[in-house]
């Protein structure tokens, strides 16, 4: 029976679940940087976290055109 609802749609795939993680882990760095920001944090660990916060958007870019590419440039 056909329930006009596609399931491969409902499920995420890896690429999406990757997405999710790094956008969530993007969110939580940021806010730890301004927390730390506003305390006056200490300095090396202030920027070691701007470095992996870095990293991750550039992670997050290369996941996203990935995914774009397997969903046929839908998202490019």
Same mark, same amino acid.
């Given at each position: 029976?056909?329930? !006009?609802?596609?399931?491969?749609?409902?499920?995420?795939?890896?690429?999406?679940? $990757?997405?999710?993680?790094? =956008?969530?882990?993007?969110?939580?760095?940021? #806010? $730890? #940087?301004?927390?730390?920001? /506003?305390?006056? !944090?200490? %300095? +090396?660990?202030?920027? +070691?976290?701007?470095?992996?916060?870095? /990293?991750?958007?550039?992670? #997050?870019? =290369? =996941? *996203?055109?990935? *995914? *774009?590419? %397997?969903?046929? !440039?839908? +998202? *490019?």
């Amino acid at each position: 029976m056909f329930t !006009g609802h596609d399931a491969s749609r409902a499920e995420p795939t890896a690429e999406r679940r $990757e997405l999710i993680r790094l =956008v969530r882990r993007i969110q939580a760095l940021t #806010l $730890e #940087l301004r927390t730390m920001q /506003q305390l006056d !944090g200490g %300095e +090396a660990e202030l920027r +070691a976290k701007e470095r992996a916060l870095e /990293q991750l958007r550039w992670r #997050l870019a =290369v =996941v *996203a055109r990935r *995914a *774009a590419l %397997e969903n046929g !440039g839908a +998202a *490019a």
